[in-house]
């Protein structure tokens, strides 16, 4: 069973902030907070990890709360083509060897 | 870096034939493979897992003989879905473990999409 929670789908209009919200209340000290996201009828792809500090890359920021319990994914200039629907995941670090458990997933829909 | 791709991208299907699909690592090796499946509307399952030389490993409920899995090479493993049926029809997407910098993680291929009439 997947060990987060999220809202089933969200809304966000062009060129705003998308905040996506995570919870993780079970989530032991070893343990990452993984983002994917999948397109429609698209493989999965990787956007973001963090252990417990707020990390950024090129596709989106992730934010921690001090206890780990919940995480927020932020992309801050939402486009059409982030519409997909975005899966928080978490595991131990190097999720290579170790099978990823997808929940349901939040469906973000990007409109114009 | 880091690419996945999965042959067929679509096959339909008479009921009762097999169908083979295929998951290659295109520039890296992939010591790891994971096969999922995804029913519209509904989230990645993972059928099995593969190590490269070895027999796959399947999650319960998950029927080794009609889903077989061969991992014969670093670069590529196969799933082979045996004497198809309608309800197998489905999402099947296929993840490579490799090495992105110092990071170890799964990259996904595209999916190939089974259509059994």
């Known amino acids: 069973d997947a060990k987060t929670t999220q809202p089933t789908s969200m809304d966000c209009a062009e060129g705003r902030a998308a905040n996506l919200p995570c919870n993780h209340s079970t989530i032991s000290g070893n343990e990452y907070v993984y983002w994917y996201r999948q397109i429609h009828s698209q493989g999965p792809q990787y956007i973001i990890h963090g252990l417990k500090n707020n990390e950024t890359n090129e596709m989106a920021s992730l934010i921690i709360t001090e206890d780990r319990k919940s995480s927020t994914l932020i992309l801050p200039h939402a486009t059409l083509r982030d519409t997909a629907v975005y899966y928080c995941i978490v595991n131990e670090k190097n999720t290579g060897f170790q099978k990823l458990v997808f929940g349901t997933g939040t469906r973000l829909l990007v409109s114009p | 870096g880091a690419v996945v791709s999965q042959h067929p991208s679509r096959v339909i299907c008479k009921s009762g034939t097999s169908v083979k699909i295929e998951c290659r690592s295109l520039d890296f090796q992939a010591t790891t493979m994971f096969w999922y499946r995804q029913f519209p509307k509904k989230s990645l399952m993972l059928m099995a897992t593969?190590?490269?030389?070895?027999?796959?490993?399947?999650e319960q409920g998950v029927e080794k003989d009609k889903f077989l899995i061969n991992h014969a090479s670093l670069t590529l493993s196969t799933l082979t879905v045996t004497s198809a049926h309608p309800e197998d029809s489905s999402f099947y997407i296929c993840s490579a473990s490799g090495l992105a910098g110092v990071r170890n993680e799964q990259f996904f291929g595209p999916g190939t999409r089974l259509t059994v009439l």
């Open positions: 593969s190590n490269e030389g070895s027999k796959a490993t399947y």
